[in-house]
């Protein structure tokens, strides 16, 4: 026979109520919070450590895992200065499939947020296979094991340089991919690749929001985040800028590119992520401004936000450079309810204040 | 001080004018068959096996490594029944690189054909991950040990498909590749830019030939293989042949493929093995006959050859099918000497004869 005393019925319903106020009154992300954790791999880098500062803001519970390669513990310690908490974070390689599984094991993972990998465009002309390996092995093997542990939501980095050579500007979602000149900006574009197939091919269980078996993907195609420019077009902590190419046909002949602040791109996840949350399948945003600015307006504007003179030089047209690009960034607004609020000036203002108070970066003296 | 005694001279200028005479009448891989090996991976296969034969008549010296995923060892008793020979056969993984190694440290290997990997379309939409981590993962794996051991010769069974939707015909090798609809074909492709980018990042050492440091890669693009047809026009061991689409601009309405005959396509490999070893660069080839046949044309060559009714039914369209398919194969016969030999009658009569005697496949009864 159940017995239920009074009061525990009471407090039953007290309960009850109380997870209604909660689902009613505050954000699903909020009660999903309780239950599980976002992992942001590569968190420890430059996007991610943004991005794991305004997670924890919007009140996410975070996991990191970064295999320190290109960051360090460092730039941990600050994030959980910034934010008053101790942000779990492993160090670890995606490679590894059994620390992944002890990672996934130790903390119930909702969604990965996917930064992890290798960026610079140079290095991965003259070493390709490092660049497919890390990447796209790496991405697979993380696939893998989110698979294992019913983790069917992805959020990832991608970039611009999938849509090669634009054939129209503003660039929108729709532009054709693929024709990427360059290793690194491959494994943007074959990782975007599985992941649209294994959303088409995993088809939706009907249930709502992440159910199993449903994939959930969202890819975010950078432009030009200040600070990292994976496009080459770099600013700051160089005695002369090299400006490659003068003769394009843009206002000022220098190549034009669509700059974003690093803390509008971390917002951008933010929302990116809340979209997520409502069962998306695979869908794909531009994170841009939707204002091209040329590499002289860039050094113009670091003079202006440095005080100092950004002397530089003219050297001619790099192999797969182009000309012009920047995003419609129109869908995004629509669909995340984002939009890109920083201007170029207080893009350079920040980096500018982030490199004198950091003059070797995030490693720390010795 | 050093005697030479008037024997062990003469003993010595005998042997370096045998090796003279070796090397200017006899072909340079006879001589350097004795300097090592050819390893084929997939060896087992369908089309891995005809190519094993046709190297150990050529006199090529072969070691296989298979996962007997799609294959038997019932193919490798018939090989070295048919050669006369023990062709050392490794029953591995291309993922599992201690073995790889294992194989690399008991075998030197001068060159890798690698057929190996998943190659069904249909099965690759259902399992995309399971296609990109074999096929892609497992030569990301396999070229990493080569170059632990310093073997940067390569000759890889790539596929027509990566050619997409054809742009005009017949298709030479200039012809745009990419927009690849499934992900086998997308397999093929990634592969196919991983490679030469490997070929374009590690630059030649000046050395004759396979000079360490400087890859060699000849990639082969297949079009339709008979009996083994991975854009899906199956024929034989069905009791109906159903035809998708007879609503395609072509003289019968059914889709037009260049079949070609397997020992043709086998011979094609020896052809490009002796290419590569002169020093090649990365180099890429059509391997079809030129003549493309309608799905009908191909049915009624099979009823002509069996002797039996091939009937057939008419469905619709498939997605990502395309209506003609055929290959400008000029560059093969002016670079690499070789020309598919086998009509379609001669093909359809190989095949129906394979599966009259081999009803269950390769497969032992048990």
Known sequence: MLVVSHSNLMFGMHVYLMELHILSDKSYQEHKMATGSILVTGGAGYVGTHTVVELVEAGYDVVVMDNLVNASMESMRRVNEITGKQVPTFSIDMLDKDALRDLFRKHKILCVMHFAGLKAVGESCNKPLLYYKTNIGGTISLLEVMKEFGVYNMIFSSSATVYGSP??????????????????????????????????????????????????????????????????????????LTVYGNDYDTPDGTGVRDYIHVVDLAQGHVAALKYLEKGCGCKVFNLGTGKGYSVIEMAKAFEAASGKPVPYKIAGRRAGDIASCYADASLAEKELGWKAKLDLAKMCEDLWRWQSNNPTGFRTES
Chains 1, 2 share one sequence.
């Open 167 to 240: 054939s129209y500007l503003p660039i929108d979602e729709k532009h054709p991919v693929g024709g990427c000149t360059n290793p690194y900006g491959k494994t943007k574009y074959f990782i975007e690749e599985i992941l649209k197939d294994i959303c088409t091919a995993e088809k939706p269980a009907r249930r709502l929001r992440s159910a199993v078996g449903q994939w959930n993907v969202v890819l975010l195609r950078y432009f030009n985040p200040i600070g990292e420019d994976p496009q080459g077009v770099a600013v700051g902590r160089l005695k002369e």
